[in-house]
């Protein structure tokens, strides 16, 4: 157990629909980065928080966005969803000095 | 371009046999390098990561990795394999402590008795 929390574990949609995962961190982490794994793509970095600011943005289609809230748990919402958005979505945190990531157990969105 | 390459898709190793994951990187300078394991519908576990020293570091489950700067490798190797360690292994790197991992492709690890 990484300590890193994600709900919910599994998540069924329709196409257009929205959806918003959530992520806590690890006690203490400032930082939670969010990741997109699919059979195409491989894993992929999306979006990180720190401290509740947005520090850097990677692959993240204009659908989705993310935030962290004050008490440092962050959500990524994605909206008008697609069948090709079906995919495990992990978050990850590190400890304010920076250094590993650790993962959370990941949500996995399958999109029909 | 940055990247990394994980030449082997899928390996089969005996149960007792060692093992060897390769993983290259094509970066500025030298990376942080990571090693991150993930079970059947599991998350990622870090096996192992390198920043500075010692180019020689030892990680979990008994796993090791030795960084080559001049190779720009950073390769996986386990002595003696259990069925534990089937899984699929992920190399990653990142700009600094603080920046996003960018994986490799992953090698699926199957182990037969």
């Known amino acids: 157990d990484s300590g890193v929390t994600q709900t919910p574990k599994h998540l069924i949609t329709a196409t257009g629909q929205r959806v918003t995962l959530r992520c806590s961190p690890r006690?203490?982490?400032?930082?939670v980065y969010w990741y997109q794994q699919s059979l195409d793509q491989g894993l992929q970095f999306l979006i990180h928080y720190y401290n509740g600011e947005e520090r850097a943005k990677g692959n993240i289609l204009e659908r989705f966005s993310a935030q962290q809230f004050p008490d440092l748990h962050s959500e990524l919402n994605l909206s008008s969803l697609e069948l090709g958005d079906s995919a495990l979505y992990f978050c990850a945190s590190s400890s304010p000095g920076g250094g590993e990531q650790f993962f959370g157990p990941g949500t996995r969105l399958t999109v029909l | 371009a940055q990247s990394v390459t994980q030449p082997d898709i899928h390996i089969t190793v005996s149960e007792g046999a060692s093992l060897e994951l390769r993983c290259n990187y094509s970066y500025g300078a030298t990376p942080y390098l990571f090693w991150y394991v993930q079970s059947p519908g599991q998350g990622l576990q870090l096996l192992l990561k390198y920043f500075s020293g010692d180019t020689l570091v030892q990680g979990i489950k008994g796993f090791e990795a030795e960084f080559k700067r001049s190779q720009s490798s950073f390769n996986l190797r386990k002595p003696s394999v259990h069925w534990s360690d089937a899984a699929e292994y992920f190399c990653a790197v990142a700009p600094d402590s603080w920046g996003k991992l960018q994986f490799g492709a992953g090698t699926q690890v199957v182990v037969t008795p």
């Open positions: 006690s203490g982490d400032l930082s």
